[in-house]
């Protein structure tokens, strides 16, 4: 018997760009979205074409790179926004506008200071302009798990009517319960008439940490698409996870009557270069795509899966994509096996400039570090990246003194908008005293809110990953560095998020949190 398709829809770039820090230059979120098709992702959320003319350029980017995707764009159920969304769209292969409109009555009344009835008047009125450019129209309910039961079924057939092709119900503010949100979406679809000509669709967030849960849940009462990120990114406590929900409908057959169209053996590629990007590691023990995922401590456990693989696994690591990495370049690679191998990871260099930079970056690398592998090659890659913000610092030269028993010293000299500078300073550790001698020149009045290192593969000669999180007057970005030497790879990353905040680059998301 045959299964009902569940349509994979990935907003890593709209919804998951909205996490504190996470933005993605135009570049970067191209790279992810060739991954994406490349995993066979059904829709790919590319943005939010209104918010700022960054955000428009990279989902009319998305819209010109992918071909075997639909690229999608959000936008309120306003003209302009539908306007702005389709503009970026036109290039695109296969398209699709996603509207929403606030539902529940504290939205209506406090947000939009509406009344039902121009609500639903509003939604329709946005689904029939969106059909003028495309027919394939998503609306959805913003905060729809705290809406009426009975508005939400007048206002989805009207938007059916109207031409919408996909109804997504969303667990905005992670309220939803698995059972009362799964039992909701059936009840929806049993009782809207029109019901029958649209996809149900879900979008979960995870303040409860049950987004995964109660997305599943919908999938068993009906929903055919669900809305998730990569690693779960997302504003707040995130989204429901994408490798989560395709690993539970693959691995559970027989509780899901649905299948996905995903090429699991992309997962963790795509997992680890979207933590590269964004500068969210991924902690060891989350599912999928965590370093633990598929280890084991426990000698018993050990014993079961030398003997049998299935006593203690449920899924095979392969296929989601470990194991995958092989070693790929060392010192003696030409620049022609560099180029090809970093094609077949999705990146393509814009000049001969950016590909001579890269190159001469891994010939750095090589000569550190004998065994190179694609981990090591996407961080190298967005290191080279990250001067698409412009450089007004760069680190020069650097010398650090720690010995025990002695106050740490640094002495950093940088160029600073083309011109050296020299300074020192102490600090309680290594870091720490290059830090602050950074701070001498720059006197950015930063506040240092988060310092994580991570270690890009295994042994001791392993690059580390360092991400610095600063926030200046409710501005916060994120700097990413990686070098084999932990303190140069920290100091990498705090110029990296002092150019990016000088860059003022900023991101606007008018919809306070859409859907």
Not at 162 to 179: F, K
Not at 352 to 367: H, T, V, Y
Request: aromatic share 6%; proline share 3%; hydrophobic share 40%.
């Amino acid at each position: 018997m045959s299964k009902d398709k569940l349509i994979i829809f990935d907003t890593t770039l709209r919804d998951g760009e909205q996490s504190p820090g996470a933005s993605m230059t135009r570049d970067e979120k191209v790279r992810i979205a060739k991954v994406l098709e490349k995993m066979k992702v059904d829709v790919i959320e590319a943005g939010f074409a209104i918010a700022s003319p960054g955000d428009f350029d990279a989902v009319k980017a998305v819209a010109n790179a992918v071909k075997d995707s639909t690229v999608c764009s959000l936008a309120r159920a306003v003209e302009g926004d539908i306007a702005r969304a389709a503009d970026a769209l036109k290039n695109a292969a296969s398209s699709r506008i996603h509207t929403f409109i606030a539902t529940s009555p504290i939205h209506m009344k406090y947000k939009l200071k509406m009344e039902p009835p121009q609500v639903i008047e509003q939604a329709v009125k946005a689904v029939t302009y969106a059909r003028q450019f495309t027919d394939n129209v998503e609306f959805s309910l913003e905060d729809a798990s705290r809406s009426e039961f009975e508005f939400m079924c007048r206002i989805i057939e009207a938007c059916i009517n109207a031409g919408a092709g996909t109804i997504n119900i969303p667990d905005t503010v992670g309220y939803g319960e698995p059972g009362q949100f799964g039992e909701t979406i059936g009840k929806l679809i049993q009782n809207i008439p029109n019901a029958d000509k649209a996809v149900f669709s879900v979008h979960c967030h995870n303040d409860l940490g049950l987004a995964v849960a109660n997305s599943l849940s919908a999938v068993v009462h009906g929903a055919r698409q669900v809305e998730c990120t990569i690693n779960g990114l997302g504003e707040r406590a995130g989204n429901a996870s994408l490798e989560e929900i395709v690993m539970a409908v693959a691995t559970r057959k027989d509780v899901f009557p649905v299948e996905t169209g995903i090429d699991t053996r992309h997962i963790v590629p795509a997992s680890r270069l979207v933590s590269n990007i964004t500068g969210f590691p991924v902690q060891p023990n989350k599912a999928i795509v965590g370093a633990n995922a598929f280890a084991h401590e426990s000698g018993i456990h050990q014993d079961g899966v030398l003997k049998h693989r299935e006593t203690y696994e449920i899924m095979r690591a392969e296929d989601v994509g470990w194991n995958t990495n092989k070693l790929v370049m060392g010192k003696h690679s030409g620049r022609a096996a560099f180029k090809a191998r970093l094609e077949e990871l999705g990146v393509v260099f814009g000049t001969p400039e950016e590909l001579n930079e890269a190159f001469a970056r891994f010939k750095e690398l090589a000569d550190k570090k004998h065994e190179i592998f694609d981990e090591d090659l996407q961080a190298l890659v967005s290191d080279v990246n990250s001067t698409e913000v412009g450089e007004t610092y760069r680190l020069k030269s650097m010398e650090v003194h720690s010995k025990t028993g002695s106050t740490p010293h640094a002495e950093i000299e940088l160029m600073v908008a083309g011109q050296s500078q020299r300074t020192s300073a102490d600090g309680s550790g290594p870091v720490d005293a290059s830090f602050k001698a950074i701070e001498k020149i720059a006197q950015s009045g930063t506040d240092l809110q988060l310092y994580s290192v991570n270690a890009i593969t295994s042994g001791t000669d392993s690059q580390g990953e360092v991400t610095v999180r600063l926030e200046r007057d409710g501005r916060i970005v994120n700097g990413n560095g990686a070098d084999t030497d932990i303190v140069v790879a920290s100091v990498k990353a705090y110029l990296n998020a002092l150019n990016i905040m000088m860059s003022r680059v900023e991101r606007a998301h008018p919809q306070s949190g859409g859907v």
